[in-house]
């Protein structure tokens, strides 16, 4: 079953860290460049970073460069959002999406999970 | 960053009717343009890529048209389930979504 699936959201406290998950399965994950995107409560889509189906290229939102990284690890088909010094609007549910295109970066997501919930309050 | 900014906020339509959903770019995006649909509690779904090519299992009642700054979803005849929020991305220069129209039961 091709699928995406997010873990790791939770309510944590400003400038506190946390780690999200995406599990991949159905598909060769190691072949295609993956996404975070997230979703403010009540509010549309702001994508926050890219990494290459390698993890050789990563980039970056302006509104978290500095704060989050992204990585993966092909080994266990999983891809990783590190997010540090949180603040309140990063509040969200964050998704993780699949880039359409074998082995690039820079199209359309064809494939999304369901999202993780991060509550950043005090 | 470019700016898609879409119209109508929201749109009441009656089941069987068409719905016209509206993106504009802040600049132009060529032919990079992507239609997501999006239900409560769900992950967005791919409809359209391309502007104007419908993703894999999309029924033809979806089509997408325009190309450069203004693009249009078309949804010929609206099924219950069509009922949703949709989204328009730009994927020509890094990825930028629209705010969203959300297509209500009228």
């Known amino acids: 079953q091709v699928q995406l699936v997010e873990s790791g959201g939770g309510v944590v406290q400003p400038g506190r860290s946390l780690r999200l998950s995406c599990a991949a399965s159905?598909?060769?994950?190691?072949?295609?460049?993956m996404h975070w995107v997230r979703q403010a409560p009540g509010k549309g889509l702001e994508w926050v970073a890219v990494i290459s189906y390698d993890g050789s290229n990563k980039y970056y939102a302006d509104s978290v460069k500095g704060r989050f990284t992204i990585s993966r690890d092909n080994s266990k088909n999983t891809l990783y959002l590190q997010m540090n010094s949180l603040r309140a609007e990063d509040t969200a549910v964050y998704y993780c999406a699949k880039e359409r295109v074998v082995k690039a970066v820079g199209g359309y997501f064809d494939l999304w999970g369901r999202g993780t919930l991060v509550t950043v309050s005090s | 960053e470019i700016v898609m900014t879409q119209s109508p906020a929201t749109l009441s339509v009656s089941p069987g009717e068409r719905a016209t959903l509206s993106c504009r770019a802040s600049?132009?995006?060529?032919?990079?343009l992507a239609w997501y649909q999006q239900k409560p509690g769900q992950a967005p779904r791919l409809l359209i890529y391309?502007?104007?090519t419908r993703a894999t299992g999309i029924p033809a009642r979806f089509s997408g048209s325009g190309s450069g700054t203004e693009f249009t979803l078309t949804i010929s005849s609206l099924q219950s389930e069509d009922f949703a929020v949709y989204y328009c991305q730009q994927y020509n220069n890094w990825w930028t979504f629209g705010q969203g129209t959300k297509v209500e039961i009228k």
């Open positions: 159905g598909f060769t994950f190691s072949s295609y460049g």
């Open positions: 391309g502007a104007s």
């Open positions: 600049q132009s995006v060529s032919s990079n």
